[in-house]
């Protein structure tokens, strides 16, 4: 599926926003579902939004109402606009295509961007 490319990490106050941006451009449209993970110190990488080949978009409950899951008209590119983040939003924010959870191993494969810092302070 090529590379996947996150920008748009950084440090914020409680309460501010960032919007993380991600390249899919060498993902074919409507191949498979993208995604937004977070992985923070000490816990595994969870699933924060996706979007479905359909337009379909899901969201954890921790982010459902403040995170809104995008992607541009060409689909080249997907974004994840952060609002009312917390403290507890502090994690490395990935882009992923194709993400599927292992049950038995606990895990998710994908096809992974490298990941970029998102740190919210008190």
């Known amino acids: 599926q090529g590379q996947l490319v996150e920008s748009g990490g950084g440090s914020v106050q409680a309460g501010g926003s960032l919007q993380l941006s991600c390249t899919t451009a060498?993902?074919?449209?409507?191949?498979?579902?993208l995604g937004w993970f977070r992985e923070a110190p000490g816990k595994r990488r969870e699933l924060v939004s996706s979007?479905?080949?359909?337009?379909?978009?899901k969201y954890s409950d921790s982010v459902k109402g403040r995170f809104t899951i995008s992607q541009d008209t060409g689909k080249t590119a997907l974004y994840l606009q952060m609002n009312s983040l917390k403290t507890e939003d502090t994690a490395v924010y990935y882009c992923a295509a194709c993400a599927v959870y292992h049950e038995e191993q606990r895990i998710w494969q994908a096809y992974w961007g490298q990941g970029t810092n998102v740190t919210v302070s008190s």
């Open positions: 979007i479905d080949v359909d337009g379909t978009t």
């Open positions: 060498t993902v074919p449209p409507g191949s498979c579902e």
